[in-house]
């Protein structure tokens, strides 16, 4: 058995959920791959993917040996490059993971810029605004719109920051009325985002204190983008994060409440395991993103 071709197929495997697409990226049939996995565990003694009929996944020994596989390959491979006279040019697969909104609005523009950038790089792009556990997914980073981290095994770094604001639509305000204190908001329909630190309420900051109201909503969402259709269709008043309301701020199509209140900042983070610190591939993203970032205001 050829052990760095078994592992390079496993990580594939894992990494696109599928025999068959990794067999037809590596250029090999699905019984070659399919051979390989079942050597490679024999090898190990373990069972590293559980197959069942609909899907498959990884065991408990699977996920640890595929961050270490990840990590050995990966340095395997930038040992080659510097070898060959190739460390300044990044090539291979760069895995990322981030919001979906953030992901659609904000990065895919820059993200496009940095892969025009490095032609020869391959970017596996995962957008979920849960929040996915970066090492047994094999994610090489992960981009975070949080208040807090709380995973202290990852490395974190802080690119920017992200207001919010409470916002609603003229049409649901002409109707209903425009809230002039934070408690005439229990008299209207709010919009919640599910995946919030404390999704039953907002904390609002205003010029005597925290003031924390709990709201019954009548809508709630675990996208920021559907929330925000929901928001602009006239429903009820929700908080939406600036790279959101802002356009629509500016445009008149949403207007701010409570402007003299504001909630707590989130930051934007991009963290990695620490297997991934000293990849160039890793590196430069990051870097790049956080001067992107840095010029559109976060």
């Known amino acids: 058995m050829d052990l760095l071709a078994a592992m390079r197929s496993f990580r594939r495997v894992v990494e696109l959920q599928s025999f068959s697409k990794a067999a037809e990226e590596l250029g090999q049939s699905n019984a070659s791959i399919s051979k390989q996995i079942r050597q490679l565990e024999a090898r190990l003694g373990t069972v590293l993917i559980v197959r069942t009929t609909r899907r498959m996944s990884l065991s408990e020994n699977g996920r640890s040996y595929f961050a270490e596989c990840c990590r050995l390959l990966d340095e395997l491979d930038h040992l080659e490059r510097t070898t060959s006279g190739e460390a300044g040019e990044i090539n291979g697969r760069l895995r990322i993971n981030a919001p979906l909104s953030f992901g659609l609005t904000v990065l895919a523009p820059m993200l496009a810029r940095f892969m025009m950038h490095h032609p020869k790089l391959k970017v596996d792009m995962t957008l979920d605004d849960h929040l996915l556990d970066v090492v047994s997914e094999g994610f090489d980073v992960s981009i975070r719109v949080r208040a807090t981290l709380t995973d ?17 639509a003229p049409a649901y305000l002409s109707a209903s009325g425009t809230p002039t204190v934070v408690g005439d908001l ?8 599910r995946l919030a630190d404390q999704p039953g309420s907002w904390v609002l900051e205003g010029p005597d204190g925290a003031t924390t109201i709990d709201l019954p909503a009548r809508f709630v969402a675990d996208n920021s983008l559907m929330l925000c259709e929901m928001i602009q269709s006239g429903i009820g008043i929700g908080v939406l994060p600036s790279f959101i309301a802002k356009p629509l701020l500016d445009n008149g199509k949403l207007l701010r409440i409570l402007p003299q209140h504001k909630l707590a900042r989130r930051s934007i983070f991009a963290v990695y395991p620490t297997n991934r610190l000293l990849l160039p591939k890793v590196k430069l993203f990051t870097e790049f993103l ?6 559109a205001g976060f």
């Not at 920051?161 to 609603?168: G, N, R, T, W």
């Not at 956080?290 to 010029?295: D, I, N, S, Y």
């Open 186 to 193: 229990k008299d209207h329909h709010c919009l919640a985002y």
């Open 152 to 168: 202290s095994s990852l490395i974190a770094k802080r690119m920017g920051d992200v207001e919010q604001f409470v916002c609603a």
């Open 290 to 295: 956080a001067g992107e970032l840095r010029q």
